[in-house]
């Protein structure tokens, strides 16, 4: 059965103060791993789809990075409306459907 | 602009009543879904489609009904049988082939049992 697992479940930063978030993932053949971000009240906004161990991916102060087993998010030098759920989903070459793991809430202080 | 929309953004529901949650996409994808987001749980499947007229539960499908008789459209019912139904429910839509089967997603109806 795939599995998704997001760490921590919760991190608070400084504005400024650079860390990673963490997904760890198992399934049956990996089609693709996506990130996205949401905000409260609102649908999550795609970010990156990695397909392949050793890609990466980068997008203003985020940058998306995946092995066999795991993929970590980068963020530098966050700012506070970079504050928002990040969640990590994988899409197996089974189908298309996504399959998600429970989020880290990330909050970003000036 | 291509997109998915969910209607309506707040739906509130008496015991025992069935209600309908729209979503309609312009994105020409063949794939849609539905996920319910409960705090703490993450995004769990309760139904997809991949193509017209034929669907399949996903891993809380129980309550639940959906159908596909266009394309863009993807309704979903929750039934009286669905003895919680209070959460955020999101819908969402793929295309097919590398490079393109990112799930775009509608902004939620709220549910809430009244």
């Known amino acids: 059965e795939d599995q998704v697992t997001q760490s921590p479940e919760a991190l608070r930063l400084q504005e400024g103060e650079s860390s990673s978030l963490n997904c760890s993932y198992t399934?049956?053949?990996?089609?693709?791993l996506f990130w996205y971000r949401q905000d409260p009240g609102k649908g999550p906004e795609f970010l990156f789809t990695?397909?392949?161990a050793g890609e990466e991916k980068e997008k203003e102060r985020l940058k998306a990075t995946l092995t066999k087993k795991e993929s970590f998010l980068h963020i530098t030098a966050p700012k506070p409306e970079d504050s928002a759920t990040y969640l990590c989903?994988?899409?197996?070459?089974?189908?298309?459907?996504?399959?998600f793991g429970k989020g880290t809430s990330l909050l970003v202080t000036p | 602009d291509g997109g998915i929309t969910q209607s309506p953004k707040y739906l509130f529901r008496k015991e025992g009543q069935n209600v309908t949650l729209s979503c309609e996409q312009n994105l020409n994808h063949d794939a849609m879904y539905w996920y319910r987001q409960d705090p703490g749980q993450g995004l769990r499947l309760i139904y997809y489609?991949?193509?017209?007229?034929?669907?399949q539960k996903g891993d809380i499908a129980e309550g639940y009904s959906v159908s596909r008789e266009k394309k863009e459209s993807f309704p979903l019912t929750v039934t009286s049988a669905q003895k919680n139904p209070t959460a955020f429910y999101l819908c969402?839509?793929?295309?097919?082939?590398?490079?393109?089967?990112?799930?775009?997603f509608g902004q939620g109806t709220r549910l809430t049992v009244v």
């Open positions: 489609s991949q193509i017209v007229n034929d669907f």
């Open positions: 969402a839509s793929t295309g097919r082939g590398r490079g393109n089967t990112e799930a775009f």
């Open positions: 989903a994988v899409q197996a070459n089974s189908g298309y459907a996504l399959n």
């Open positions: 399934v049956s053949g990996l089609r693709g």
């Open positions: 990695l397909y392949s």
